[in-house]
């Protein structure tokens, strides 16, 4: 089952500019995780950002997480080419080990 | 570490036949998970193992898919008989569940086409 959604569902900016996706989920977490899926590829872990913290930055990742309205937001700065990809957030819940998906945005950075 | 290994990395096969699907963990990890991605569903888990016993394979679509892990350091999923909608990408990724902040390393897939 998806718990959580980001939205967009797709996003398509210019080289350099900044990028922006969220994800919404629907119960308690322990943490929330980005992950980055090229195509073709398997995902590849970006940033875990645990359910008492409120932002978190891992080079041009800034990653914030609002447990209030249960929503989190992947911010890439000073976007590259390199960085065309999926992007898919991922909570954890309490005790449980198991990572629940969303769906993904995927990102396109014109040259 | 090699990073999780899978094998094959494409398979296509007709409609009845059966697939086996292998995964190699990275050494140490505790926790292993089968997916499988398409377009229409995203991302979906089908079983997880914890020190190699099955802890939650309600995700498997039916009695046609089946999974074992014999040991720490190897994993199958079968699909017998496999149908055309079996086609999906089915990925293979491990952890170490040592509390919470379970980062999962993903093998490169096993492309399943299934004609």
């Known amino acids: 089952s998806q718990q959580g959604e980001e939205d967009p569902q797709a996003l398509s900016i210019q080289e350099g500019e900044n990028a922006t996706m969220n994800c919404s989920y629907k119960?308690?977490?322990?943490?929330l995780q980005w992950y980055r899926q090229n195509s073709g590829r398997g995902l590849v872990h970006l940033i875990l950002?645990?359910?008492n913290e409120r932002e978190k930055h891992s080079g041009r990742l800034r990653v914030t997480l609002d447990t209030s309205k249960k929503s989190s937001s992947l911010l890439i700065t000073a976007s590259r080419a390199a960085d065309t990809a999926s992007y898919f957030c991922a909570t954890e819940r309490d005790s449980n080990y198991q990572l629940i998906w969303g769906a993904g945005t995927k990102l396109i950075i014109k040259p | 570490d090699a990073g999780v290994i899978q094998s094959p990395r494409h398979e296509v096969t007709e409609m009845g036949q059966e697939v086996t699907l292998r995964c190699k963990p990275i050494?140490?990890?505790?926790?292993l998970f089968w997916y499988r991605q398409t377009m229409m569903r995203g991302l979906e888990l089908l079983i997880y193992f914890n020190n190699n016993v099955p802890i939650d394979d309600s995700g498997m679509p039916e009695d046609r898919f089946s999974a074992k892990m014999p040991n720490a350091s190897f994993s199958t999923l079968k699909i017998q008989p496999s149908e055309p909608r079996d086609s999906a990408v089915y990925f293979c990724?491990?952890?170490?569940?040592?509390?919470?902040?379970?980062?999962?390393?993903f093998g490169q897939g096993t492309r399943l086409t299934v004609v």
């Open positions: 950002i645990r359910s």
């Open positions: 119960t308690s977490i322990n943490n």
């Open positions: 050494s140490g990890h505790n926790s």
């Open positions: 990724a491990s952890s170490f569940s040592m509390g919470a902040g379970t980062e999962a390393f």
